[in-house]
């Protein structure tokens, strides 16, 4: 290889490089959180939404959860009213599961956009998601899959 040829593929590389450990470090903000199946409803705890970081406790935008018996797993937002919404982490247009990122849904299969609400942002799906109704408390939030 040329030295004219190295440096350009090295420039490559360092271009690459940030734009890589970014992606990455987005995928490590997915977090199962525990819950407690009870007939029907999933209980999670609002401790979930919480996470800390050294001396900061900084508050999640949402989890995940999923459970042995669940085929996809269910990713809850919390909005800014303090208010949850569930989704099936299944895409409806060919059944693939979703992903988070950017407080969307997004299907690596086809490319269709949810919004946190689970509603169609971009096709090829044409359906919304199966969502789920949420109620809470002052400890816990309750997500009624049946």
């Keep these: 290889m040329h030295r004219k040829d190295f440096i350009k593929q090295f420039g490559y590389l360092i271009a690459v490089l940030p734009a890589s450990s970014a992606l990455?470090?987005?995928?490590?903000?997915?977090?199962?959180?525990?819950?407690?199946?009870?007939?029907?409803?999933?209980?999670v705890s609002k401790g979930e939404f919480q996470q800390v970081?050294?001396?900061?406790?900084?508050?999640?935008?949402?989890?995940?959860?999923?459970?042995?018996?669940?085929?996809?797993?269910?990713?809850?937002?919390?909005?800014?009213?303090n208010v949850y919404l569930a989704s099936l982490m299944q895409c409806t247009h060919r059944g693939c599961e979703l992903n988070i990122g950017g407080g969307i849904f997004n299907c690596p299969c086809h490319g269709s956009e949810f919004d946190r609400s689970g509603r169609?942002?971009?096709?090829?799906?044409?359906?919304n998601l199966k969502s789920f109704e949420t109620t809470a408390d002052n400890e816990n939030i309750y997500v009624h899959v049946s």
Excluded: H, W
Excluded at 120 to 127: H, I, K, M, Q, S
């Design 24 to 43: 990455l470090s987005s995928c490590a903000g997915l977090y199962y959180a525990s819950f407690v199946e009870e007939g029907g409803v999933l209980r």
């Design 53 to 81: 970081k050294g001396e900061k406790q900084i508050e999640r935008d949402f989890v995940v959860i999923q459970g042995d018996s669940m085929r996809y797993p269910i990713g809850i937002f919390k909005t800014q009213n």
């Design 120 to 127: 169609v942002l971009e096709g090829p799906a044409e359906e």
